[in-house]
């Protein structure tokens, strides 16, 4: 059973940076295509990015283009999301995601297996 394990989330400032791993304990994610989404309060699970499975082709929602970058570690078993230039409106939870295939949009109803989220907060 694929199970994923978001870290690095927390309170940061505008204009500040995190870097989140998923990794996946004692399981391979090198034939998964991988995904970051975020939910805030009262809002739908947003797509922010999602990477192919040898991390060569990644793509990126319009609101964190230039600002975020998906990267992975199939040797560790671990996906990233670095996050620069941080909004107050980016603040959500942010949860990694898999997937046997690189779908066409970074939509939530088309990945199997999911973490439990973490907290970033982009506040003053």
């Known amino acids: 059973q694929l199970r994923l394990v978001e870290s690095g989330g927390g309170l940061v400032q505008p204009g500040g940076s995190l870097r989140l791993s998923c990794v996946s304990p004692g399981f391979t994610l090198d034939y998964y295509a991988m995904a970051w989404f975020r939910q805030a309060p009262g809002k739908e699970r947003e797509g922010v990015s999602q990477i192919n499975a040898n991390g060569d082709f990644a793509e990126y929602a319009d609101s964190v283009r230039g600002r975020f970058t998906i990267s992975r570690d199939n040797a560790k078993r671990t996906v990233y999301l670095q996050m620069d230039g941080l909004k107050p409106e980016d603040t959500a939870v942010y949860y990694c995601?898999?997937?046997?295939?690189?779908?066409?949009?970074?939509?939530?109803?088309?990945?199997?297996?999911w973490g439990q989220g973490t907290q970033v907060t982009v506040s003053t």
């Open positions: 995601a898999a997937n046997p295939r690189l779908p066409e949009k970074i939509e939530a109803f088309e990945y199997d297996h």
